[in-house]
């Protein structure tokens, strides 16, 4: 049986003012509600809430963009948390204690296998909630829900940012339906989702000229035959008065994810989410007129054979918005590459090609643009794009030419213009730019050091220069199980680029997969000593931009090392192979959650391998850590089974 449900209308006579003029500059303002406040679990109830109360901008303000930026780090007063789970951060009252609460979700964190980082960790995500602005507005309570079971002696440092930019709306906000809103069974033959599924039917506006559905949806669960529905792959389809507007597999690789290695099965794929991830929501817009409509959502039929315990965990809101503002309007949504965020930190540091996303918010479909670009302190580039970009649709625009930089920090900077030859209708959102650290210095001479796994088929090596041409490379066809190869090569003046590539996704080593054996790729100058190291467990592979110059000075300085830990899944030994640039003093030590189980000391090595014996400690996990001259330099997990 279909059921109608309410509009949520917020104020709109004094919700919006009149446009702000072309030209206009941005104001942003950071309101945060949660500043590195400890998150720990309940393990009692499973869930734990944190709340707290952020000043918005005030009803008569016209806000154009509002991005949440959610900071997670280690702790300062106890060891970070180590599973994979899913928190909600919620709208909760308005005004003050008396508000109503509201209890919407407008983002989902799944937490990353935290075991491995230490003290100083911290990693920023961020995610668009401007369909949310006509609720963040004067004093507004805000709830990180935490979920989970592990002991309230691990938790992390969260930070809440709201980044809101002043400036005239991109369309105007007409109202919003709560559409399915749960935790919903999913192959339990006696309680079928299609039956908790319902169609919802709402009204739109006078005024509407389309609605927008914003849905966030993560599967939760591991039964039988298919474990559903964290590891099963599904299919969900939306449709508003029968139509269907989206269909897609509710799937998501994780061995490409920016935050790598965790102390967890981080590289596994899963049911829309990945540990380590704020979750994008689809968002889908669809035209509409005024007048009664009805939405649907089916999932994949499915009946769980045993160990029934699958939901999908839905949160979904549609949002009514009058026609968009202006024809032509077009904004900067983000500098992929080159930047120093986190979220883009398997794109960078990048030598070429930079990366930006563009977003269409005017009414016209946007076929041509100007853009202007370049690393402060360099010449300047300009690039006319064409395609066919319809109305709040994205893409990556691709630039052509080098990315200057000087030593250290740089700053680059991207400005758009001329959307179909007209002027934007705002141009507070055409210019953006970002902070990033120039690529590393290497000498033209080197000698690559690659030691094969067990499954060499899997890895491919590339060495390209500045123009795209393939200077050096490896392939399957070469190389043989558990075997080093060590490679000199000779390298014109100029920035390279070197990439390991693994077409299985788990990496030279991914310590549940101890049967895949341990793999490395190290360089070293022609002298032997150690100059950069690729991490091992990288999932689907790692990539190193570099200038090749003869101007390259070895830092003696600074150490580096190199470290190989394996097995990583025991009953009895462990492993440990260490390499550095220098001969230092090392450190080892195994502990749990911060409680020290062994502690071995070394004075003045540079190279060895060391056993340590596991066999008469409990099972459970473990971390090893390797100190070099005092700091801290390799952590990995291992699970003595």
């Not at 911290?122 to 401007?130: P, S, Y």
């Not at 592990?150 to 991109?170: C, H, I, Q, R, S």
């Not at 089916?298 to 918005?321: D, K, R, V």
């Not at 077409?503 to 100059?531: E, S």
Request: aromatic fraction near 10%.
């Amino acid at each position: 049986m279909k059921r109608c449900l309410y509009f949520l209308m917020v104020g709109l006579s004094t919700l919006f003012t009149q446009p702000a003029k072309a030209q206009e500059k941005p104001r942003v303002r950071h309101v945060v509600t949660h500043q590195r406040t400890t998150v720990v679990t309940d393990p009692s109830k499973g869930e734990k809430p944190f709340v707290a109360w952020g000043r918005f901008p005030a009803r008569e303000e016209s806000v154009r963009r509002v991005k949440l930026l959610l900071t997670l780090g280690s702790p300062d007063s106890m060891p970070t948390a180590h599973w994979d789970y899913c928190d909600v951060i919620s709208i909760r009252r308005q005004g003050g204690v008396a508000g109503k609460d509201h209890k919407i979700e407008i983002g989902r964190m799944l937490t990353p296998y935290g075991s491995i980082f230490g003290k100083g960790w911290q990693w920023q995500w961020e995610v668009d909630v401007t369909d949310f602005a006509f609720l963040l507005r004067d004093s507004v309570e805000i709830e990180y829900l935490h979920t989970g079971y592990e002991p309230n002696t691990v938790g992390w440092a969260l930070t809440l940012d709201f980044e809101v930019t002043l400036g005239p709306p991109v369309s105007k906000f007409l109202g919003m339906v709560p559409l399915w809103n749960d935790k919903y069974k999913y192959g339990d033959p006696n309680n079928p989702i299609e039956a908790s599924l319902r169609p919802v039917t709402y009204q739109t506006p006078a005024g509407a000229a389309y609605s927008r559905v914003r849905i966030q949806h993560t599967g939760h669960g591991a039964d039988r035959p298919r474990n559903c529905s964290e590891f099963c792959s599904r299919w969900r389809q939306i449709a508003i008065d029968g139509r269907v507007v989206d269909r897609r597999d509710m799937w998501k690789e994780c061995s490409t994810n920016p935050l790598y290695p965790q102390g967890g099965t981080w590289i596994y794929d899963r049911a829309y989410w990945c540990p380590g991830d704020l979750q994008v929501p689809d968002v889908l817009d669809v035209p509409v007129k005024p007048g009664s409509h009805t939405a649907s959502m089916t999932m994949e039929p499915y009946t769980a054979t045993a160990n029934i315990q699958a939901y999908e965990h839905i949160g979904s809101y549609l949002f009514h918005y009058a026609a968009p503002a202006a024809s032509h309007d077009v904004a900067v949504e983000d500098i992929v590459a080159p930047t120093g965020k986190s979220q883009h930190f398997r794109s960078n540091p990048a030598i070429s090609q930079p990366r930006i996303i563009i977003r269409n918010l005017g009414r016209q479909t946007l076929t041509s643009l100007q853009i202007s670009y370049g690393t402060d302190g360099f010449n300047r580039r300009t690039h006319t794009w064409r395609g066919s970009l319809a109305f709040n649709q994205a893409t990556v625009v691709v630039l052509p030419g080098n990315i200057d930089s000087k030593a250290g920090e740089n700053r680059f900077t991207v400005e758009l213009s001329s959307p179909n030859g007209k002027t934007d209708a705002w141009t507070g959102d055409n210019l953006m730019s970002t902070s990033f650290m120039s690529p590393r210095l290497l000498p033209r001479q080197m000698v690559v050091h690659f030691r094969t796994n067990n499954r060499p088929a899997d890895n491919f090596l590339s060495l390209v220069n500045q123009s795209g041409d393939t200077v050096w490379k490896r392939g399957p066809a070469m190389h043989q199980a558990n075997t080093l190869y060590r490679d000199t090569i000779s390298l014109q003046e100029g920035w390279h680029n070197m990439v390991l590539t693994d077409t299985a996704g788990n990496g030279l080593q991914f310590w549940a997969q101890p049967q895949q054996g341990d793999g490395y790729l190290r360089l070293t100058d022609m002298q032997g000593r150690l100059i950069h190291v690729f991490e091992s467990d990288c999932g689907s592979g790692e990539q190193l931009p570099f200038l090749a110059t003869d101007a390259y000075v070895m830092d003696t300085a600074n150490i580096q090392a190199a470290f190989s830990m394996f097995p990583r899944r025991t009953a009895d030994k462990i492993n440990l192979e260490l390499q550095l640039s220098r001969k230092a003093d090392v450190s080892v030590k195994i502990t749990v959650d911060g409680n020290l189980y062994q502690q071995h000391d070394y004075r003045q090595v540079q190279q060895g391998q060391f056993t340590y014996s596991l066999a008469y400690l409990p099972k459970g996990r473990y971390v090893v850590d390797v100190y070099v001259e005092g700091k801290r330099r390799f952590t990995g997990r291992v699970n003595r089974d």
